[in-house]
């Protein structure tokens, strides 16, 4: 149970439906609720919406970049208990000083093949919040 509900649900804010769908196909395994959106302003609506357990943001999104949108939910409080994870190509450039800036929580490589780092990742990070919380 995280959040109050049975099933948790996670955000996944990634410009490439390919992506979208892996994380989707890989969590839904796992009795995980996933909602896409495909930039971060979107994300950032979204958040407000639906209260995810868990955010998975694309560092490289148009409108809002991972980094803006981590920095949005950190620094709500409201919305700061939500473990955000920032995603980032394999050949793409990390800022880790803005990472821990904004406070993300963890960091993953794209693409998830196999997607066992992703599911051990979401569901570690699940279990840190649903501790938090109680």
């Given at each position: 149970?995280?959040?109050?509900?049975?099933?948790?649900k996670?955000?996944?804010?990634?410009?490439?439906?390919?992506i979208?769908?892996?994380?989707g196909?890989?969590?839904?395994?796992?009795?995980?609720?996933?909602?896409?959106?495909?930039?971060?302003?979107?994300?950032?609506?979204?958040i407000?919406d639906?209260?995810?357990?868990?955010?998975?943001?694309?560092?490289?999104?148009?409108v809002?970049?991972?980094?803006?949108?981590?920095?949005?939910?950190?620094?709500d409080p409201?919305?700061?208990?939500?473990?955000?994870?920032?995603?980032?190509?394999?050949?793409?450039?990390?800022?880790?000083?803005?990472?821990?800036?904004?406070g993300?929580d963890?960091?993953?490589k794209?693409?998830?093949?196999?997607?066992?780092?992703?599911?051990?990742?979401?569901?570690?990070?699940?279990?840190?919040?649903?501790?938090?919380?109680?």
């Open positions: 149970m995280v959040g109050g509900r049975s099933v948790a996670i955000l996944v804010a990634d410009d490439n439906s390919n979208q769908k892996m994380v196909l890989a969590l839904r395994d796992q009795g995980i609720e996933v909602v896409a959106v495909g930039n971060g302003e979107a994300a950032v609506r979204k407000s639906i209260r995810p357990d868990l955010v998975l943001a694309d560092v490289f999104m148009p809002r970049n991972g980094y803006e949108v981590c920095q949005y939910v950190k620094s409201s919305l700061a208990h939500i473990p955000v994870i920032l995603l980032v190509g394999a050949f793409d450039p990390l800022d880790e000083q803005e990472a821990q800036r904004v993300a963890g960091v993953l794209k693409p998830f093949v196999p997607p066992d780092p992703l599911i051990s990742m979401v569901k570690s990070a699940l279990q840190r919040a649903a501790a938090l919380q109680s």
